[in-house]
């Protein structure tokens, strides 16, 4: 499989909002309640990427893996996060980083994350009920700090946050 990394373009938004739903469904289906998957969600990915596309900022870092013409997968690396009156644990977050599932395995995440974020320090949120994502994060150099939270607007997942 030959597939390419590169910057994403102001037209990929509408690919990249449906790549970012498929993905969490493909991920996410088994934890969300049903339902959860609605045209909002996806109109709420839509405008997202169009923002983030339309107005790139050096604090951002997005690249996306193609093969054959299609979108397989994403990784978008932001300012680090935190929570009010404290400090973040990192100047850079791992925001997302997803890959089709047909694609798991192949080598496109590890390709995305070092293409986005290479080998600098960072944070990231990874749902507790995803071992794939942790298996790849520790392989990765990241570890939990010990910080978990949950979001109502998410519900059924836990997140816990891991520091490289």
Same mark, same amino acid.
């Given at each position: 499989?030959?597939?390419?990394? !590169?910057?994403?373009?102001?037209?990929?938004? *509408?690919?990249?909002?449906?790549?970012?739903?498929?993905?969490?469904?493909?991920?996410?289906?088994?934890?969300?309640?049903?339902?959860?998957?609605?045209?909002?969600?996806?109109?709420?990915?839509?405008?997202? $990427?169009?923002?983030?596309?339309?107005?790139?900022?050096?604090?951002?870092?997005?690249?996306?893996?193609?093969?054959?013409?299609?979108?397989?997968?994403?990784?978008?690396?932001?300012?680090?996060?935190?929570?009010?009156?404290?400090?973040?644990?990192?100047? !850079?977050?791992?925001?997302?980083?997803?890959?089709?599932?047909?694609?798991? *395995?192949?080598?496109?995440?590890?390709?995305?994350?070092?293409?986005?974020?290479?080998?600098?320090?960072?944070?990231? $949120?990874?749902?507790?009920?995803?071992?794939?994502?942790?298996?790849?994060?520790?392989?990765?150099?990241?570890?939990?700090? *010990?910080?978990?939270?949950?979001?109502?607007?998410?519900?059924?997942?836990?997140?816990?946050?891991?520091? !490289?």
């Amino acid at each position: 499989m030959s597939f390419t990394v !590169r910057e994403p373009r102001r037209a990929d938004a *509408g690919a990249l909002a449906a790549l970012h739903v498929s993905t969490w469904q493909e991920t996410y289906s088994r934890l969300l309640p049903e339902g959860f998957f609605t045209d909002a969600f996806a109109d709420g990915r839509q405008r997202m $990427w169009e923002y983030l596309l339309a107005q790139p900022r050096p604090e951002h870092a997005v690249r996306v893996a193609e093969l054959d013409g299609a979108l397989i997968g994403f990784a978008w690396i932001g300012p680090g996060r935190s929570e009010p009156d404290e400090a973040p644990p990192r100047e !850079r977050e791992l925001c997302a980083i997803y890959v089709a599932a047909a694609h798991h *395995g192949s080598g496109v995440g590890q390709e995305l994350l070092d293409a986005a974020l290479g080998a600098m320090p960072a944070s990231l $949120w990874v749902a507790t009920q995803n071992p794939r994502a942790i298996a790849f994060y520790r392989r990765n150099g990241f570890a939990f700090d *010990g910080v978990e939270k949950t979001d109502p607007a998410i519900p059924g997942i836990t997140e816990a946050r891991m520091l !490289r």
